[in-house]
């Protein structure tokens, strides 16, 4: 899907997109009692909703919760919190 297109793992590290460097541990901060999970599986598919400021809303394809399949989401979403 090209993610480490515009999203990189490097500390310090920023493309297009929020880097992932310690994502895990942000995005159980990102929206009150909303769980680190939730917020990724979100933001993926629904990358306009939370948008992390900064961020220009539209360059993100809202179109991944249809064209991932639902266990290649939570593997992905599993991997980011893995990113701690």
């Known amino acids: 899907n090209g993610c480490i297109a515009c999203h990189a793992l490097g500390e310090g ?11 895990g541990t942000r995005a159980a901060t990102r929206v009150a009692g909303v769980a680190s999970e939730a917020y990724l599986y979100h933001s993926i598919i629904a990358p306009n909703d ?3 400021e900064g961020f220009v809303a539209g360059i993100m394809p809202p179109i991944y919760g249809d064209t991932i399949a639902t266990q290649d989401l939570a593997d992905i979403v599993s991997y980011l919190l893995s990113l701690q």
């Open 50 to 52: 939370n948008l992390v």
């Open 13 to 23: 590290q920023q493309l297009v997109g929020p880097s992932w460097y310690g994502v």
